[in-house]
């Protein structure tokens, strides 16, 4: 992930040449929801990379595809579901994939018993 301060930023007149819409376009999105550009300190709307990518899928969806803009927005909020249920999925198989070493260190003898004064030593075996 890169930190903010080396992000691209592209101003609207940028994006609107690159992508062949028209500004007013991209400020409907905004208003619509579908497009959330940073803003500068003198309120200029600026689109980062991220950005960019969105508005890539919103002009597929709608341009490629015939989707009207109510469409364009369940289909980004089921998007967002799906990437929020991907990262809980990845979180997860993490966590099982820690305890089932776990489980095979401690099927191996290599368990850890508690101390008398806190923390954790190795066991003995019996």
Same mark, same amino acid.
């Given at each position: 992930m890169s930190s903010s301060s080396s992000r691209r930023y592209h101003m609207i007149s940028w994006v609107a040449a690159r992508y062949d819409i028209h500004p007013q376009t991209l400020r409907l999105y905004e208003r619509e929801g579908l497009l959330r550009p940073t803003r500068s300190e003198g309120n200029t709307r600026l689109y980062d990379n991220e950005a960019c990518e969105r508005l890539e899928f919103i002009l597929t969806l709608t341009r490629d595809m015939g989707v009207n803009l109510a469409g364009v927005e369940v289909i980004l909020k089921m998007k967002e579901q799906i990437d929020a249920l991907t990262?809980?999925? *990845?979180?997860?198989?993490?966590?099982?994939?820690?305890?089932? *070493?776990?489980?095979?260190?401690i099927g191996r003898g290599n368990a850890l018993a508690p101390r008398p004064a806190g923390g954790l030593v190795p066991s003995e075996e019996e």
């Open positions: 990262q809980q999925v *990845a979180h997860l198989q993490a966590l099982l994939e820690r305890e089932t *070493a776990r489980r095979t260190m």
